[in-house]
């Protein structure tokens, strides 16, 4: 029996790489417009720095990862989470003697002993941000800014809203809510309308605005982490994750979010780091990929040239190099099939140009191009279709 794929664990084919090549691009160029640089980190750790890092008592640690002892007799853990690694290595390689705060990114497979379905896997992908080592709220603000900058880069800042989660038991979001009114009221007439209405109704929603004059305001406010009971104030030290944001997304199903982040102030001196505070975020690159649907064209040849015999393909090798080499995608075919059965792989191919060159064309110093789409045709001198083709390549797809 043929063997299969592990359970929760997908191949990412062809007809989905070009979406995931654009989220991965997008989350290159918005992290690096930041400031973001780009640090690669190994996929297994010491399975201590996962069970300090994250905390013994959380659902990943005590139930979710893949942990192995290898032939030395060392007990490993394939990551489940970028953050302990990032933290990890920020206080191998002395980080913090850097000019604060200090940006990196990351992205790739994380691993996690959870029950499949769809849009959770046990194997996948993560593109991680931290910005360590200085506790001004104005970097919080950028960190969520940034992320957001990045879901509008692919169109999908309409189809997702920003979270501020509120943690704790019942009698400590009383508490709370009792701190923040006291907060807010000496503020009030600087706060928008919404807000003045919702310290009426419900304070909370207070920190979800999104009006820029309110910021300054709430971002000072009180957090719920000073009115947790020492139960709630235990069990979140040991989480380490102060989770104070997320993404959401309503066309997901039950897997609603599609990043998630927060302020873990005192985990790299847990790690036995200097007492640098961090924030940061990570987004889930399946759930950003399936939200992409299907309008995102999968990754096709902008053109398929096809010679009809040997001369034939002599004289389009050098031209579908040339194209080629002009950053425009281009398949030739190999002179051997008949031309229908070149042009229905054309048609399955989904190329947006053909080339037909035959002996008649050639004899003329010509080849025909057809545009797929209309059918339209027309004859071009061999000596001039590189040119041609890559103009209309990259006016299809302008760099
Ligand atoms: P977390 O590290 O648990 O805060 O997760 C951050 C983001 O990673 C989530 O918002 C999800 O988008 C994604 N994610 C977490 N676990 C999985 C999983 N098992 N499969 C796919 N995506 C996941």
Redesign the pocket.
């Known amino acids: 029996m043929a063997i299969k794929a592990v359970r929760g664990v997908r191949d990412i084919l062809p007809s989905e790489t070009g979406k995931w090549q654009r989220v991965e691009a997008a989350a290159r160029k918005t992290f690096e417009a930041y400031g973001y640089r780009e640090i690669r980190l190994p996929l297994f750790e010491r399975t201590e720095l996962f069970a300090r890092g994250i905390g013994d008592e959380t659902d990943i640690v005590k139930k979710e990862m893949y942990t192995f002892d290898d032939r030395g007799g060392d007990s490993l853990t394939l990551r489940p ?1 970028a953050t302990a690694s990032l933290l990890r290595a920020y206080i191998e390689h002395g980080f913090q003697v850097e000019p604060k705060p200090v940006r990196l990114y990351t992205a790739g497979p994380m691993f ?1 002993y ?1 029950r499949p379905q769809a ?4 194997q ?1 992908h ?1 593109a991680n941000v931290e910005a360590l080592g200085d506790v001004n709220p104005a970097v919080d603000a950028e960190v969520i800014c940034m992320l957001m900058d990045f879901f509008r880069a692919l169109g999908l800042g309409e189809r997702l809203a920003l979270h501020v989660n509120s943690i704790g038991d019942p009698g400590d979001r009383t508490a709370y809510i009792a701190r923040l009114l006291d907060y807010f009221r000496p503020f009030a007439a600087s706060l928008c309308g919404e807000c003045q209405a919702r310290l009426g109704r419900n304070p909370l929603r207070v920190l979800d605005c999104k009006v820029p004059d309110c910021q300054p305001v709430i971002e000072k406010a009180p957090s719920i982490l000073d009115s947790l009971s020492p139960e709630a104030a235990k069990h979140f030290e040991s989480v380490y994750v102060r989770t104070t944001f ?1 993404v959401k997304t309503a066309d997901l199903g039950a897997q609603d ?4 982040g927060g302020r873990y102030d005192g985990l790299i001196e847990r790690l036995g780091g200097p007492a640098d505070p961090g924030i940061g975020f ?3 690159l ?2 950003v990929v399936l939200l992409l649907g299907e309008a995102d064209a999968a990754q096709r040849p902008f053109v398929l040239l096809i010679p009809l015999g040997e001369a034939a393909l002599e004289r389009l090798m050098p031209v579908a190099r040339a194209v080629r080499q002009g950053g425009v995608s281009a398949e030739l075919g190999y002179g051997a099939r008949k031309l229908p059965r070149e042009l229905e792989r054309a048609n399955k191919l989904g190329v947006a140009y053909v080339v037909i060159a035959g002996e008649n064309e050639l004899a003329a110093g010509e080849a025909v191009l057809r545009e797929m789409k209309t059918g339209e045709q027309r004859r071009v001198p061999i000596a001039k279709l590189s040119e041609e083709l890559r103009s209309l390549g990259e006016q299809a797809s302008p760099r």
């Open positions: 989470e996690r959870e849009g959770r896997y046990r996948f993560q997320e979010a599609v990043a998630g990570a987004i889930g399946e759930r």
